[in-house]
């Protein structure tokens, strides 16, 4: 694997922030240097079971993710090649038929909610950040995503959130802060720290996009 990629992990619960800072690094840095990998993308491909059984797994765990499938993405980014990444459509909980083609950049930021919860990929990771926001504020952000993007109700977004979301955070995603090297607490409504955290990371990435 070529050393010149920079591996950005971003880390946090559901509903944190950790897309809204992804896409606010690669703007400040450019489309052309941070390419944006995304662990959510990368759900197992339950297209096999009905429906019904679909709606029973717990995605808030990390056995719910293709870590094989992930890994082997981002190794090819790494070695100088563009990916085709899976498209989840969360309605149906299966993979849909189209795919994002991803080119690869001298920066790649990993974000999902387990983005430290598998020891081969945080190996990866040249730098973990965990965006820590309060439970309040995630839970309502993720009853507003799933109301307006996903169809869902009221009562399942609810009940998903009492029966793995909370749990799930609480075993895996919480304690994962551990591995990070940076926390950015209360996410984007710290503003302040966001403005500090992207000066210090473009500074860094252009450090390393010109070999310095």
């Known amino acids: ?126 730098l973990r950040i965990f965006v820590d926001t309060g439970s309040d504020i995630r839970f309502i952000r993720r009853l507003r995503r799933d109301l307006l993007s996903r169809d869902r109700s009221i009562d399942s977004v609810v009940e998903q959130y009492i029966e793995t979301v909370r749990p799930m955070y609480n075993d895996y995603i919480g304690p994962s802060r551990r591995h990070a090297d940076i926390i950015l607490p209360e996410g984007n409504c710290n503003e302040l720290g966001v403005d500090l955290l992207l000066e210090a990371l473009v500074s860094r990435i252009e450090r390393h996009v010109h070999g310095d």
């Not at 990998?37 to 679909?54: G, I, K, N, P, T």
């Open 1 to 126: 694997m070529t050393t010149r990629r920079l591996l950005i992990g971003i880390g946090g619960g559901s509903g944190s922030g950790k897309t809204t800072l992804a896409r606010r690094i690669q703007e400040a840095a450019g489309d052309a240097v941070v390419a944006i990998v995304e662990v959510d993308a990368y759900y197992a491909d339950f297209s096999h079971l009905q429906q019904r059984d679909r709606e029973r797994l717990n995605f808030d765990h990390p056995d719910a993710i293709d870590w094989e499938l992930l890994l082997e993405h981002l190794d090819t980014l790494c070695d100088g090649h563009g990916i085709e990444q899976p498209v989840y459509d969360f309605s149906s909980h299966s993979r849909a038929d189209e795919v994002v083609a991803l080119e690869p950049a001298p920066v790649v930021v990993v974000e999902g909610i387990h983005a430290f919860s598998n020891p081969d990929l945080r190996e990866r990771l040249n």
